[in-house]
């Protein structure tokens, strides 16, 4: 099972707790994969962790060496991988130098994170192509929020970039407090619509997923999903 990992004070004895401390070869760790946050840029950093970014990164960049020591995978998502709601906009080859530097250290997989839905289908394949040079045995995984409605244009330039992995969320839920109005992650029920249309097999319930979208905005008090598919049903 995958686990988030604290960073900051007392992060190595809750990295400990997390993942267990076992003195023989026959015992393993009780979780296999970890997921970190590192940053794109200062702004949104300092906001959300009150760190710079390089020293937010630097510890990441050594919890995911450790995890891989410990034999689990590690996942880090790179935030504001496509814009900053404080510096703006996010240079290409600011995303590079880190996918490279986490790659180095050990990760398996970088997820580049649209965290406030800046992120246009010209500047998902850039950055694709960018980390694939700079660390080209590295997994890469998408995070797009559908803050301005492009989030699904995204996927489809993230899928004809050769993606390995895209992020949703159930209903669309989602957001940041640190980057006011930002929207959630594209629709999980409504992207798996649009994939098994277009002859992709996903593997997902899709009935079962618009039901379990309809009972989370239910209990969020929504009175109805983000989403569209819940309210307009799928087709044909």
Known sequence: MPASTPTGPGRRSAWCSTVGVWSGPSQRPSLDEVNLVAYASDGYSLRNTGRPAADRNE????????????GCRAGVTV????????DGDVPVSQVADLAAALWEAG?????????????????VGDRIAAVREAAPDL???CHFHNTR????????????????????????????????GAGGNVATEDLVWMLERMGRDTGMDLRG????????????GDGQ????????GPFP
Do not use: Q
């Open 79 to 86: 935030a504001v991988a496509f814009g900053d709601p404080v």
């Open 149 to 180: 409605n492009n989030g699904f244009a995204n996927v489809m330039a993230a899928l004809d970039a050769g993606v390995d992995a895209i992020d949703s969320s159930i209903g669309g839920y989602g957001g940041s407090p640190f980057s006011p």
């Open 59 to 70: 510890e990441v960049a050594a919890l995911a060496t450790e995890a891989v020591a410990a």
């Open 209 to 220: 997923l618009m039901a379990t979208s309809v009972w989370l905005a239910e209990h969020l």
């Open 225 to 232: 999903p983000r989403s569209m598919l819940p309210r307009v």
């Open 107 to 123: 990760a398996t997989e970088l997820n580049l994170g649209d965290t406030i839905g800046a992120a246009v289908p010209s500047m």
């Open 139 to 141: 997994s890469v995984r």
